[in-house]
């Protein structure tokens, strides 16, 4: 069953006042529940932007994205706030972690909002400490740990709501091949749980993964599926 869909997707920028760049064009794609699927293609293609539409940080100018049924691309700002928050995990490109708070305080962070209370808040964080071998490094500034560190961090922050969806930017673009393999690990016990997967990735070590159930390319704002 399709779980996430889009129909006709287009994405357009306004750089300036008369000035628009058009990024991505009639874009469909049916994604099944607990999937793994990954896009490639050059720098500037448009993986991101596509990534950030399905992850609901921002909708598309045209078409649809729907999720369960449920169109995220027609929701208010305050809908599509909560699809976020609870229905999706976001491994950024760069991270995007706080440097000058520590790797607890960031993996906390999605459940601020949620308004959980602290002693909930550290509970669950600690399983997910636990998980990615970040105990010992709990009370660390996050500008102090490793790139390794920082990434698991990157990972356990994006499943503290445990989420059906988890989104991974170029998830090994900063890991050596040791570290590659420890995601690799990762990503499989989360599909294992039922979760699914969208990567956008160069990294051939990544798309000939056999985690990965169906390969696209991105070229020029356009999509298609490899063979
Ligand atoms: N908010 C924005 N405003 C204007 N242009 C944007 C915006 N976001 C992205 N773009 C442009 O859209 C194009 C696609 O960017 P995107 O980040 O999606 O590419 P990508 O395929 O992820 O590239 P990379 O492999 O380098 O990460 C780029 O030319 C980028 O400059
Ligand atoms: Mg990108």
Redesign the pocket.
Known sequence: MIMIELKNVE?Q???SRNEK?H??HEISLGIKKNQCIC?E????????????ILGGL?GPTSGSASVDGVKISRLPELFLTRYRREKVGFIY?HYNLLENLTVLQNICLPLVPLGIHPNEQKRRAKRLLDRFQLSHRQEYQVSSISGGEQQRTAIARALINDPPIVIG??PTAHLDAELSHDLFFHLSTLKAEGKTIIL?S?DPFVLNHPLVDVRYR?EG?RLSQDS
Do not use: R
Request: charged residues 15%.
């Open positions: 994405k920028f306004t750089v760049v990024i991505l896009i293609g050059p720098s500037g293609s448009g993986k991101t932007t596509l990534l950030s921002y490109q930017d170029e956008a160069h991105m704002g």
